[in-house]
């Protein structure tokens, strides 16, 4: 099956500015993730969507991140306008749900790489 | 407040002897631990978890232990493999799919 998608991989961006990262998940996974990982740090979950509706966002700085997923499948990430400490890499990530679903597991996209002069 | 704690930030393991990577959490909360591996420009993958009704669960060369009382999950990798050079992440979760709480990261690297 194919893996999750993210783009772009890398974005450089002057703070102030606003930058959006796309994620399609694995066909048929009903939850999404957005995780930010900033540099010597563990991935720290921003938003967890179950098809288009939101699970848990509350790590999420609402005053200058959004998310959204429409239609339950695909999603995008804004920051806007985009802080220093914004620098970090953004995971999107998907799970199954049901059936075949190990507790707990998450299939990870690349990536993208937020540098924030 | 880091509710999962990984407080080596690295390790170098000759090849083909054991890897051991340690674990620590706070939260009694959490009732599931898994560990993902990552390489360079790749986003984590899945590796091995346990249930906390288990002490043990193991798949080929890799066994992951739970001491509940202490709060502390190991993963050791045996033999270890240049191949399982890697950033190795513990996680864990207070209940099915919800939220995975990750420590920093342990670099593992096996020498050969």
């Known amino acids: ?117 | 407040d880091q509710q999962v704690k990984q407080n080596s930030p690295s390790l170098s393991v000759q090849e083909g002897r054991i890897s051991i990577l340690n674990c620590d959490y706070t939260n009694s909360m959490f009732d599931y631990f898994l560990w993902y591996k990552k390489y360079p420009a790749e986003g984590p993958t899945f590796l091995i978890s346990i249930s906390s009704i288990k002490d043990k669960n193991e798949d080929g060369r890799f066994t992951v232990f739970l001491n509940k009382s202490a709060k502390h999950l190991s993963l050791h990798i045996v033999p270890s493999q240049p191949g399982d050079s890697a950033v190795y992440f513990c996680a864990a979760s207070a209940k099915y799919g919800n939220k995975l709480v990750f420590g920093a990261g342990t670099i593992l690297r096996v020498k050969s």
């Open chain 1, 1 to 117: 099956e194919a893996g999750v998608a993210q783009s772009p991989r890398y974005k450089i961006i002057e703070k102030r500015q606003s930058v959006a990262f796309w994620c399609n998940p694995i066909s048929g996974h009903a939850t999404l993730y957005w995780y930010q990982q900033i540099l010597g740090q563990g991935p720290k979950l921003l938003i967890q969507f179950q098809n288009n509706g939101v699970v848990d966002d509350s790590q999420l700085p609402k005053d200058r991140f959004s998310a959204e997923r429409l239609k339950g499948v695909d999603s995008t990430l804004k920051i806007q306008p985009a802080k220093l400490e914004d620098s970090a890499v953004y995971l999107c990530a998907s799970s199954r749900t049901s059936g075949r679903a190990v507790v707990g597991e998450l299939f990870f996209g690349e990536g993208s790489r937020l540098t924030v002069l």
